[in-house]
């Protein structure tokens, strides 16, 4: 199983949006609705932050919010602020119980 | 929320078996409410998904570790187990025990670094 693939770097100034890409095959994000999406802050363990593509956990800011369309999930950072500066990894669903991560991009607030 | 403790050797050598614990506080391992997983990442890359575990004892690995791999839980103790054998230093990372509800990770460990080296 490969990793998806997503940007290795995004960044934008306080206050603007920001919008992260993950692509996969129809083995995973394209074959289902069972995209996460993870926030890490060095020497941290990771927090998610959308799950199931679109839903966003209990205490998670609605500035972030998810999207897909076909094999390509994406993340939206909006009205970025300066705690929102961290690495981002995906993760999905796979065929056979299988699960696969992104290859993270690292969010950088200008 | 759940608390999640990993404990392991910090230190192997090549061709050992790690052996990993996670010791849950703040609830039961004997619940149908979700999967007890592994997650690692080695030093400066990214996550990689290991394997989970059903209070029923179903087990599912990733494909690429399913050969050396072998979980366990014991719900007398509230504590799930994680055993991988021929360890390289490839192997070498940070390992992090979770909660999986539905398909995503919730509770986390704070990881323990393993390392491999000779």
């Known amino acids: 199983q490969s990793a998806l693939t997503q940007p290795p770097s995004a960044s934008g100034s306080p206050g603007q949006s920001v919008t992260i890409s993950c692509t996969g095959t129809s083995s995973d994000v394209g074959g289902y609705d069972y995209v996460s999406w993870y926030q890490q802050h060095p020497g941290k363990a990771p927090k998610v932050m959308i799950y199931?593509?679109?839903k966003r956990p209990s205490g998670v800011p609605d500035r972030f919010s998810g999207s897909k369309s076909g094999n390509t999930a994406s993340l939206t950072v909006s009205g970025l602020q300066t705690e929102d500066e961290a690495e981002y990894y995906c993760s999905s669903y796979a065929d056979n119980n299988n699960y696969v991560f992104g290859t993270g991009t690292k969010v950088t607030v200008l | 929320q759940l608390q999640l403790q990993e404990s392991g050797p910090g230190l192997m050598r090549p061709s050992e078996t790690l052996s990993l614990t996670c010791t849950v506080s703040g609830g039961s391992t004997y619940t149908s409410s979700f999967y007890w997983g592994w997650i690692r990442q080695p030093p400066g890359k990214g996550l990689e998904w290991i394997g989970n575990?059903?209070?029923?004892?179903?087990?599912y690995y990733n494909p690429s570790l399913k050969s050396r791999l072998t979980m366990s839980a014991d719900t007398s103790k509230n504590q799930f187990s994680l055993k991988l054998t021929s360890v390289t230093a490839a192997d070498t990372a940070v390992y992090y025990c979770?909660?999986?509800?539905?398909?995503?990770?919730?509770?986390w460990g704070q990881g323990t670094l393993v390392t491999v080296s000779s």
């Open positions: 575990i059903y209070y029923t004892g179903t087990t």
């Open positions: 979770v909660t999986q509800r539905g398909y995503h990770y919730v509770d």
């Open positions: 199931e593509v679109t």
